[in-house]
């Protein structure tokens, strides 16, 4: 008996030890599914071909799911910045402040005093210079330190030696971007609307989606959920499901869906009126750009995804026309805009709740092969900056083929 039982006591113990090491995997999972950015590379996961998935899974979490540094997000658009003003935002996990000076010229800091870490944008900007409201130090437009009103006369301590870290800076076609990182020449270039010259976007709509940047880009790129998240009688319903066929080609750093008529079921078009032919472009590292031409006039689509942290993204949806007669249908279309993006927002929020418990995902092909390009561009694109050579596409011209 007193054998039995040792046997008995041993055996427990042991599944006790095993209960308790699945237990913790279980949590341990589950704290990696709580940060997006923890997650293995998505070439990795079952279902994703490219030869080298084992060697993804064992690259380093920061160079997979972070998002690229070396590149320009979209930051706001310019009518939201009027001169003499700034605005504060918080960009790749970093707290921006933008302004416009006197003289019209934008600029960005980091928002944060270096006395007592206080918001910048919480204090005052006359035009050239910004107070801290915290303990009145002032910074000029290029971050230096211009005063520091507690210093008494004759203390050796120099205000100029202080300075407050900025950020590179453009505005383009209405449009201002940040850049992060330290050599603006050798990244992919802000995009230019083709057509439209300086014109500032006819509208612009912004959404803050709860995912993280990667599944963000994958959603805006996705040609197949249309039917079944963008269900109404102005675009598609899920009767309408269709084969397709896309003709695709390496464009810089990214890929271009070559110009074609849109498909029958996607209503919105017939609108523009005439032969409509549409072109979309995508590039690193988050920006798509949709432009369609119905005979003189032209239309196109900027959507620029940027990184608020490694759980949020903000997605902001630029359009510009030529044709007059949609300026009296701006409502209409702010309305249709707005419709579509907060349903895609719904949708992520619905796929946030799966996401939470780390499953692995699966791509295929030709549906999701616009996603693993998209791996496929950031990966190379980390590690030609790392190695210090040129970038090489890895996208190849294809035709895709599809039912949405």
Wanted: charged share 25%; hydrophobic share 35%; aromatic share 10%.
């Amino acid at each position: 008996m007193s054998d039995n039982s040792d046997h008995g006591s041993k055996a427990q113990r042991s599944l006790i030890v095993s209960q308790r090491r699945e237990n913790s995997l279980t949590r341990d999972q589950m704290i990696a599914a709580r940060k997006p950015e923890e997650v293995a590379a998505p070439e990795a996961v079952s279902g994703c071909r490219g030869g080298d998935g084992d060697k993804a899974a064992k690259t380093p979490i920061e160079d997979t799911a972070a998002p690229l540094r070396d590149v320009w997000y979209y930051a706001t658009p310019g009518f939201r910045l009027r001169r003499g003003r700034m605005l504060a935002k918080v960009m790749l996990g970093e707290p921006i402040l933008i302004g416009r000076d006197a003289e019209d010229r934008i600029f960005a800091l980091r928002d944060l005093c270096p006395h007592r870490g206080m918001r910048l944008s919480a204090g005052r900007f006359d035009g050239r210079e910004v107070e801290c409201c915290y303990h009145g130090w002032r910074f000029d437009c290029g971050g230096r330190c211009t005063r520091i009103p507690s210093l008494v006369p004759g203390q050796a301590f120099r205000p100029d030696r202080i300075h407050v870290r900025t950020y590179p800076v453009q505005e383009v076609q209405g449009n201002i971007w940040i850049f992060f990182g330290e050599n603006p020449a050798e990244a992919p270039q802000i995009p230019l609307i083709d057509g439209f010259g300086r014109c500032s976007p006819n509208l612009v709509e912004s959404v803050i989606f709860s995912a993280a940047i990667d599944h963000a880009v994958v959603g805006l790129m996705d040609p197949a959920h249309g039917p079944f998240v963008h269900r109404a009688w102005w675009w598609r319903s899920r009767r309408s499901i269709h084969r397709k066929a896309k003709s695709f080609v390496p464009s810089p750093f990214g890929f271009t869906m070559s110009r074609h008529a849109p498909s029958n079921n996607s209503r919105a078009y017939r609108l523009l009126g005439g032969a409509p032919q549409t072109e979309i472009v995508f590039r690193l590292p988050s920006v798509r750009v949709e432009h369609i031409r119905a005979g003189r006039h032209v239309v196109s689509n900027l959507t620029a995804i940027t990184p608020i942290d490694g759980r949020m993204t903000e997605i902001n949806h630029c359009i510009y026309w030529t044709s007059r007669w949609l300026g009296p249908l701006k409502p209409f279309v702010r309305h249709y805009v707005r419709a579509f993006l907060h349903q895609d927002r719904e949708i992520m929020e619905r796929q946030q709740k799966g996401l939470c418990f780390n499953p692995p995902l699966t791509l295929i092909d030709d549906a999701d092969t616009q996603a693993k390009w998209y791996y496929r561009l950031k990966r190379e694109y980390r590690r030609a900056r790392a190695e210090g050579r040129a970038f090489e596409n890895p996208v190849d011209t294809r035709i895709l083929e599809w039912r949405s």
